[in-house]
């Protein structure tokens, strides 16, 4: 099998009314051998059927917050910019993904929307409702490690890995609350925040917290993920 597709969620500005993407996803996906492209912004449900037919993988992106009534909350003030497009559209692709079992790959909001479309909760604002004396919201440069999550014996990373414990880059200001019941946490921060779930019978749903589009360029580890990514889209 060549280069598998791999199907990367768009990223939205509002502001410029324009649908957008980092380099490092589509870098990211391509140095492990896979051929990236970013998916329109719809919730045409015969679309999203078709996109999920014609994509090997998929890589749910960063992007702004997930929509709190998505776990039945009421939104607090410090929740921030929500896309409500995105949110039905991921959640309908979702649906199709797990169905096919095709391996889908989530980073950073790509955990929180996992989590919180398939019955987890989420906290809208970390600083005020989970403070914590750990730095989840770095300061450029974005690569660099600022700090450790530990890898749970047993579980796919810690097994692709083969280390106890992982030094990551931070940039989020919300994070997993109540996992949700079909997943399975395989990460944790030093302060127990969840930051990698995977989905147990599955061919590979995968999440993290932390930007391995960042770091690829200079971290193994990062380039480890992405490849286990396009290997499980080659089975």
């Known amino acids: 099998m060549k280069g598998p597709i791999v199907g990367l969620t768009p990223l939205v500005d509002t502001e410029r009314d324009s649908y957008w993407m980092l380099p490092g996803y589509m870098e990211g996906v391509a140095q492990a051998?896979?051929?990236?492209?970013?998916?329109?912004?719809?919730?045409?449900?015969?679309?999203?059927?078709r996109l999920a037919e014609l994509c090997d993988a998929f890589l749910f992106t960063g992007g702004q917050d997930v929509a709190p009534e998505l776990y039945g909350e009421e939104r607090v003030p410090a929740c921030g910019e929500i896309a409500r497009e995105r949110d039905r559209m991921e959640q309908r692709l979702l649906d199709e993904v797990l169905r096919m079992d095709k391996p889908l790959l989530g980073i950073c909001r790509g955990i929180q929307f996992l989590n919180a479309a398939l019955g987890g909760t989420l906290y809208q604002d970390l600083p005020t409702q989970r403070p914590t004396p750990l730095e989840h919201h770095q300061c450029p440069p974005y690569e660099k490690p600022v700090h450790?999550?530990?890898?749970?014996?047993?579980?796919?990373?810690?097994?692709?890995?083969?280390?106890?414990?992982?030094?990551?880059n931070s940039y989020h200001h919300q994070g997993v609350c109540r996992v949700a019941p079909e997943l399975r946490v395989m990460a944790a921060a030093e302060d127990g925040l969840a930051e990698g779930l995977y989905?147990?019978?599955?061919?590979?749903?995968?999440a993290v917290q932390w930007h391995p589009e960042f770091s690829w360029k200079t971290d193994a580890d990062s380039r480890k993920i992405f490849s286990a990514l396009i290997e499980a889209a080659r089975l």
């Open 148 to 168: 450790r999550v530990e890898l749970l014996p047993g579980t796919p990373l810690r097994e692709l890995l083969q280390k106890e414990t992982l030094d990551v």
């Open 199 to 206: 989905m147990p019978g599955k061919r590979f749903v995968w």
């Open 33 to 49: 051998g896979g051929i990236p492209i970013m998916l329109p912004l719809t919730a045409d449900r015969e679309q999203i059927s």
